[in-house]
């Protein structure tokens, strides 16, 4: 998400360059028709961007930094879920074993060493 708001803010900076030139062009007119799909591009990033919910356009540095601080979050819970899920490997081996050792039948347990108890 955040490279997609990156990618709209870029573009939208590009168009409203045009667009500020504008004011300094000597036939604005011609100058509004030569450049109308900037202009139109604007008004639908803009548009974009506010659906995003984005109201104020950030630094091209400030969105890097969160795309990397969000990379980086990522790659720390994808770590943290591929140990989870090791231990969930062994307990469910463990699960497994105590549910073959409860479901033996009565006669193996006389293979059992047989335990005294002294009081």
Do not use: W
């Not at 490279?3 to 360059?17: A, G, M, N, V, W």
């Not at 989870?84 to 073959?100: A, E, P, W, Y």
């Amino acid at each position: 998400m955040q490279k997609i708001i990156q990618k709209h803010c870029d573009s939208y900076r590009l168009c409203l360059k045009v667009i500020e030139d504008y004011k300094s062009s000597k036939n604005p007119k011609a100058y509004r028709t030569k450049h109308q799909a900037e202009y139109q591009l604007h008004d639908s990033l803009k548009k974009e961007l506010q659906d995003l919910g984005v109201t104020k356009i950030p630094s091209s540095n400030k969105i890097q930094k969160q795309i990397e601080n969000l990379e980086s979050e990522r790659a720390v819970t994808v770590r943290e879920k591929q140990e989870l899920q090791k231990k969930q490997k062994t307990l469910d081996i463990i699960q497994q074993n105590f549910s073959v050792l409860l479901d033996a039948p009565e006669s193996s347990s006389n293979l059992l060493p047989a335990f005294s108890y002294v009081f």
